[in-house]
């Protein structure tokens, strides 16, 4: 069998095959062929943040689709766990590390072979059964065949890199270490982010900045690709309203200021990006201002003021495919079910999500190759939330990027109303979540 892609759908959709006793060959198209966004050969490079998002699996859905891939046996977030910083409440890791450590796995095991280039069109059909795991930047020779195959316009949207800055340029006599009201999570201590406070003049001269700086030109094929509403530019989020970013990243609620011993107007917050420590990511700054620009801009930002980049934000063209008209419940093609997708592709949002996907198509293959077929996790799972949402639960005709969400599980039987039903809600999603996990392992085992 055949994988394409080394992304971390990719990845694991190997691996799983691998732990399911099957050979595969992994094919992964960087160095050979580089993309505008990554920058090493590394299998599973993470490229936007080095952020999982929330890992609180009792209230929040991304962090129970962590729980969810932890109890499925996921090497991506086995790898996570092994290389997490302190981010609050989040599971942030070492993006170099965990790379590395992804890398090296699929390389010592026996059932995978990697193999270098570019798949420069759709797999033969003498390849047989295929995972295509190609990713937001599939080549596009590749996505113009499965363009022909499928009859479909692949839709399009930008995603946005945020600029990391060397901790040791971070002024802490006018920044500060606290976590939004204090949480700790994951290797955190409950003082996880560098925060760094702007008065109202201060905030209202930024956002002045942010509009009136060079922005990137768009090529005329990118004109009209629209942005996706969760990684949006910081830039579009300001002109959008003046106030904007005080409800967005720039929000002040749960910290205070201890130089002054009260809340900021608006606050920028930066996130630990390495395990040494010495690079810290500006959440939620995803920028198309132009080099200069965002070096000026930024600087003006209060403990910024002499802050280097050790790398500037940037865009890249994300693709995927119209999921719920083109793909079965076990995510193959309907024009040719050798071919299953996996991953970004696919039309999830996050690095969490693809993996997820990369799971399930990873078993559904593997199951399919010992002659049975594993039923889809329940739609009460995260995992089978996001799988149902792709496959059919979503609009085809206006189909856009998911993250994961509790909007997209069957509410809960006789759900108590008023404040603490909405309270209980979330823990009832999760516990019922995993309950139903544990017996779709159970039926996964014996589809093996």
Avoid at 9 to 16: K, L, P, V
Avoid at 143 to 163: K, N, Y
Avoid at 164 to 193: C, M, N
Avoid at 295 to 322: W, Y
């Amino acid at each position: 069998m055949h994988v394409v892609g080394g992304g971390l759908a990719g990845g694991e959709a190997a691996w799983q095959l691998a732990r399911a006793g099957l050979p595969v060959v992994l094919h992964e198209m960087r160095p050979l062929r580089g993309t505008e966004a990554h920058r090493t050969d590394r299998l599973a490079e993470l490229v936007c943040s080095n952020s999982f998002r929330s890992d609180d699996a009792m209230n929040n859905a991304v962090g129970l689709l962590h729980e969810e891939m932890r109890r499925a046996g996921s090497l991506i977030l086995a790898a996570a766990d092994r290389h997490k910083l302190p981010a609050g409440g989040a599971l942030a890791v070492d993006r170099e590390g965990f790379a590395q450590e992804v890398t090296e796995k699929i390389a010592a095991e026996p059932l995978i072979q990697l193999e270098r280039g570019e798949v420069a069109g759709l797999p033969p059909a003498d390849w047989g059964p295929t995972i295509i795991a190609t990713g937001p930047l599939t080549s596009p020779a590749l996505a113009d065949a499965i363009r022909v195959l499928t009859g479909e316009e692949s839709l399009a949207f930008f995603d946005a890199i945020a600029p990391i800055v060397h901790r040791e340029t971070i002024d802490l006599d006018v920044a500060w270490f606290q976590s939004r009201y204090d949480k700790a999570g994951p290797a955190g201590d409950g003082a996880d982010y560098i925060n760094c406070p702007l008065d109202r003049e201060g905030y209202e001269a930024f956002v002045d900045a942010l509009l009136a700086g060079e922005k990137t030109e768009f090529k005329e094929w990118e004109a009209n690709t629209p942005y996706f509403e969760g990684c949006l530019p910081i830039e579009v989020m300001a002109g959008r309203g003046r106030e904007t970013l005080r409800f967005g990243p720039m929000k002040p609620v749960g910290l205070t200021d201890p130089h002054s011993g009260r809340r900021p107007h608006a606050v920028v917050q930066l996130r630990q990006d390495n395990a040494l420590g010495t690079l810290f990511n500006m959440v939620g700054f995803q920028t198309k201002l132009k080099y200069a620009e965002q070096t000026r801009i930024f600087r003006m930002i209060p403990g910024l003021e002499q802050a280097a980049f050790a790398r500037l934000g940037g865009l890249h063209r994300n693709s995927f495919i119209n999921s719920p008209r083109l793909l079965d419940t076990q995510l193959r093609l309907k024009a040719r079910p050798a071919l299953r997708f996996a991953g970004q592709i696919t039309g999830v949002e996050g690095y969490v999500e693809s993996a997820a996907i990369g799971l399930l198509a990873g078993r559904f293959l593997a199951s399919e190759r010992h002659g049975r077929r594993l039923p889809e996790p329940p739609p009460t799972t995260a995992l089978g939330a996001l799988l149902g949402h792709i496959t059919g639960g979503a609009d085809a005709r206006s189909f856009q990027p998911m993250n994961v969400n509790f909007g997209l599980f069957p509410p809960m039987a006789n759900a108590a109303d008023g404040r603490r039903g909405r309270a209980e809600r979330k823990p009832a999603l999760a516990a019922r979540a995993l309950a139903d996990l544990e017996r779709w392992l159970s039926q996964a085992r014996l589809a093996a």
